[in-house]
């Protein structure tokens, strides 16, 4: 059962635009909503995360919306640059609890 | 500081077989996590581990098992091997409580 879910497996943008990413939760009590980004051969690294108390969290070129009433977050990348190209998964929690469900993951291509 | 060190990061396996995979946290991190990733199913939760219990546990058969030592380092076991545990496995470490985990490399186990 797919609590966390990312549609859209691969996104290709150029250099300079906005990506953006989507995810879809069904768990309610799932508060606490992270991104991650990994690269081949190596362990997915924490980009940005965002509390259910929030609707919007931003670090740098990286901003998350959350819409709790429709249990979906995106992430933005703008401007998008090639070393962005990497798979990135949504993951989300129950505030406090260190078990992550993650989503299937979207491959992000960015062309110079 | 040094990052989540997973060893060995290749790993060839015969089906009956059974496999150990080690993890060593960042300095300070109690809780180590451990997922599952395979190209179907995505990253997947198998346990948690804090201060030597298991403090969650994932869907996974009675086959997977793990514990943690006293320097917080932790093992994972695999017995009876079967060809869908080809996957990279992949450790995590953090504070209690704090859903924002490092993984380290992983483990790249293939069962022929």
């Known amino acids: 059962d797919q609590q966390v879910k990312q549609n859209s497996p691969s996104l290709s943008v150029q250099e300079g635009r906005i990506s953006i990413l989507n995810c879809d939760y069904t768990n309610s009590m799932f508060d606490y909503f992270l991104w991650y980004k990994k690269y081949p051969a190596e362990g997915p690294t924490f980009l940005i995360s965002i509390s259910s108390i929030k609707d919007k969290n931003e670090d740098g070129r990286f901003t998350v919306f959350l819409n709790k009433s429709a249990k979906h977050l995106s992430l933005h990348i703008v401007p998008s640059q090639p070393g962005d190209s990497a798979v990135y998964f949504c993951a989300a929690t129950a505030w406090g609890n260190n078990r992550l469900a993650f989503g299937k993951g979207n491959q992000v291509v960015v062309i110079p | 500081k040094a990052g989540v060190t997973q060893t060995p990061r290749y790993l060839i396996k015969t089906r009956g077989q059974q496999v150990t995979l080690s993890c060593s946290p960042i300095s300070g991190h109690r809780s180590v996590s451990w997922y599952q990733q395979t190209p179907g199913q995505g990253l997947q939760f198998l346990f948690e581990y804090f201060s030597e219990t298991q403090r969650n546990k994932g869907n996974f058969p009675g086959r997977f098992s793990g514990r943690q030592f006293s320097n917080s380092r932790s093992e994972m076991n695999v017995s009876t091997l079967e060809l869908g545990d080809s996957a990279l496995y992949l450790c995590?470490?953090?504070?209690?409580?704090?859903?924002?985990?490092?993984f380290g490399q992983g483990t790249r186990l293939t069962v022929v």
């Open positions: 995590a470490s953090s504070f209690l409580g704090n859903a924002e985990a490092f």
